[in-house]
T-cell receptor
Framework: ETGVTQTPRHLVMGMTNKKSLKCEQHLGHNAMYWYKQSAKKPLELMFVYSLEERVENNSVPSRFSPECPNSSHLFLHLHTLQPEDSALYLC?????????????FGEGSWLTVV | AQKVTQAQTEISVVEKEDVTLDCVYETRDTTYYLFWYKQPPSGELVFLIRRNSFDEQNEISGRYSWNFQKSTSSFNFTITASQVVDSAVYFCALRVYNFNKFYFGSGTKLNVKP
């Protein structure tokens, strides 16, 4: 049983749809992350939240909108996506942002944009 | 600049064979952390091990062992007596003290055939 759970596991959406990915961590961590994993590309860090405050946004297009209502939950709101946004989106958490802390990942949400 | 290289894109072995996955890293920081993650087809990145730069002791955990050598900037991972369930993509990652980013290698896909 993973300490980081993501829903939905699979999502197919049209380019004009609005959907959200949800992440919940049960580890009591203070930092949460969104990563994107595309085919044949390294993992890309998208957003970092620390104690519910966004501390990093790696030049992610505005069609991706994160939300962190509390330290246990993280959302990624999606709207007017492009087919090239199809990827595996991984949520992760760590005790805090210190480099020595292990980051624990969820199972990911497979997103297909049609 | 930080970088992680996993030169082996894909490896195929027969069950019960030993296999070593290579990882070479680059950093000028003296304090850093190295990680290995396993990603089965389901998508979740499963944490396997974390090592800090001041601890060069090799580690063994069941059939898994890790060889950390600062002299060659390598952190190799060996699976002894491989099993079909070991089939996955394995990622090596680096995190340096002064930055919060994970630097992931491109991954090595391991196929263990019965």
């Amino acid at each position: 049983e993973t300490g980081v759970t993501q829903t939905p596991r699979h999502l197919v959406m049209g380019m004009t749809n609005k959907k959200s990915l949800k992440c919940e961590q049960h580890l009591g961590h203070n930092a949460m992350y969104w990563y994107k994993q595309s085919a044949k590309k390294p993992l890309e860090l998208m957003f970092v939240y620390s104690l519910e405050e966004r501390v990093e946004n790696n030049s992610v297009p505005s069609r991706f909108s994160p939300e962190c209502p509390n330290s246990s939950h993280l959302f990624l709101h999606l709207h007017t996506l492009q087919p090239e946004d199809s990827a595996l989106y991984l949520c992760a958490s760590s005790q805090d942002r210190a480099a020595g802390n292990t980051i624990y990942f969820g199972e990911g949400s497979w997103l297909t944009v049609v | 600049a930080q970088k992680v290289t996993q030169a082996q894109t894909e490896i195929s072995v027969v069950e019960k064979e030993d296999v070593t996955l290579d990882c070479v890293y680059e950093t000028r920081d003296t304090t850093y952390y190295l990680f290995w993650y396993k990603q089965p087809p389901s998508g979740e990145l499963v944490f396997l091990i974390r090592r800090n730069s001041f601890d060069e002791q090799n580690e063994i955990s069941g059939r898994y062992s890790w060889n950390f050598q600062k002299s060659t900037s390598s952190f190799n991972f060996t699976i002894t007596a491989s099993q079909v369930v070991d089939s996955a993509v394995y990622f090596c990652a680096l995190r340096v003290y002064n930055f919060n980013k994970f630097y992931f290698g491109s991954g090595t896909k391991l196929n263990v055939k019965p």
